[in-house]
């Protein structure tokens, strides 16, 4: 069994990194820890697990966490890299926050001063579907951020044939903003509503860039959305393609790439957010506007799961040489 521990387990992405853990056969929920409601059962703060988990939330304390074979860190980003400059190397990280999934240049542009620069090189972007070699070996995973994770899944299938220029248009549900308090993420703000923000300045934009730069050179702009529901995520991107391809040739390159990924799901009919919340799964297809030649992808993902904490387990399960699905066949919640 696998001894593992959860910082920040009062947050959205702890609570959905416990319900996954609590099921997953070869895993022993150790360690439970946050910053406030210390000596509290998890059950006082999420009333949905009475029963089901009403252990111990613990101060956060490294000695603890260091006799551990794997530490999610569900902490924002600045808060974690505090925990891993001391921890990295007495037990496998994975660290949901931005804080290791930029080089320092240009985490300290759209974040702050870094704290340990010199362990961003130790760091796997935890993207299974690229890095699944690297992930084997790491010993500090950077989950990527949510809207990340559905554009770069959508393009990358399909770079060495589209222009350098590619437009991401995205939408979140609130969710993804986390549990602090915030007036613009009132319900009587978001219901009925529908808006762009942080617009050609938004962190998963370098994010983005960076990481399918290092595949193909490209120049991304990303424009992010706030749907009034809970969760998902829905990217539409826009790419002009270099020559002229047909939409059976592009269907047969997108399911080519993804033959063997069972969390990404290939359909000709346009994904939709209610089939995928509450899984792993990521939902992609495309449509071709043949006047203009541009390549019109649309990808969806559950922003707390593919787009945070079952990313992060499916992460684990390959850094320890488990079955990639262990844990991970959930069911949707909608019909
Ligand atoms: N929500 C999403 O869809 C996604 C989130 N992420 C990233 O995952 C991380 C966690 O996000 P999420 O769960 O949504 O965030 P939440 O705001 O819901 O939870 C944050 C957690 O961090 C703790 N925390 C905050 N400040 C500190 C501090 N100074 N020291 C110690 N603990 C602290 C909070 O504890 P307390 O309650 O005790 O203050 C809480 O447990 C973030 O980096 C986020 O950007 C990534 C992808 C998607
Ligand atoms: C709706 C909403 O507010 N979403 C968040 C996405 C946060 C996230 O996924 O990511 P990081 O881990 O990169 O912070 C935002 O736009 O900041």
Redesign the pocket.
């Given at each position: 069994m696998l001894r593992v521990g959860i910082?920040?387990?009062?947050?959205?992405?702890?609570?959905?990194l416990v319900k996954l853990l609590l099921h997953h056969p070869l895993v022993e929920i150790d360690y439970l820890s946050?910053?406030?409601?210390v000596g509290q059962p998890l059950s006082d703060?999420f009333p949905s697990l009475k029963n089901i988990c009403d252990k111990i939330i613990e101060p956060?304390d490294e000695n603890r966490l260091s006799k551990l074979d794997v530490v999610f860190?569900?902490?924002?980003?600045g808060?974690?890299m505090?925990f891993v400059c001391k921890l990295f190397g007495k037990v496998r990280i994975i660290?949901?926050?931005?804080?290791f999934r930029l080089p320092k240049d240009l985490y300290e542009k759209w974040y702050k001063p870094h704290l340990c620069p010199n362990l961003i090189k130790e760091a796997v972007y935890g993207l299974p579907e690229l890095n699944r070699e690297k992930i084997k070996k790491a010993k500090l995973i950077a989950?990527?951020?949510?809207y990340a994770?559905a554009s770069i899944l959508a393009i990358l299938p399909f770079l060495d044939i589209v222009e350098s220029d590619v437009i991401i248009d995205a939408k979140?549900?609130v969710?993804?903003?986390?549990?602090?308090l915030r007036e613009d993420l009132l319900f009587s703000e978001v219901e009925s509503s529908f808006k762009a923000y942080s617009v050609a300045k938004h962190r998963h934009q370098p994010e983005i860039e960076y990481t399918l730069s290092l595949v193909e050179p490209v120049k991304v702009t990303f424009v992010p959305h706030l749907l009034p529901i809970n969760?998902g995520i829905l990217a539409t991107v826009y790419a002009k393609l270099k020559g002229f391809f047909d939409e059976s040739y592009l269907f047969e390159k997108l399911e080519k790439f993804y033959r063997n990924e069972f969390f990404i799901r290939v359909s000709k009919s346009l994904p939709q957010i209610n089939n995928i919340s509450g899984t792993n799964f990521c939902d992609i297809s495309f449509a071709l506007d043949k006047d203009n030649n541009r390549l019109i992808i649309v990808s969806v993902i559950d922003?707390?799961l593919k787009?945070?904490?079952s990313q992060a387990l499916q992460n684990m399960n390959i850094m320890f040489g488990l079955k990639e699905e262990e844990g991970l066949k959930l069911k949707p919640y909608y019909p």
């Open positions: 910082v920040g387990v009062s947050g959205f992405t702890g609570l959905e946050a910053r406030s409601h703060i956060i860190l569900a902490l924002p980003h808060i974690s505090e660290d949901l926050s931005a804080d989950n990527p951020g949510c994770t979140s549900g969710s993804g903003a986390g549990k602090s969760r922003n707390l787009g945070a904490s």
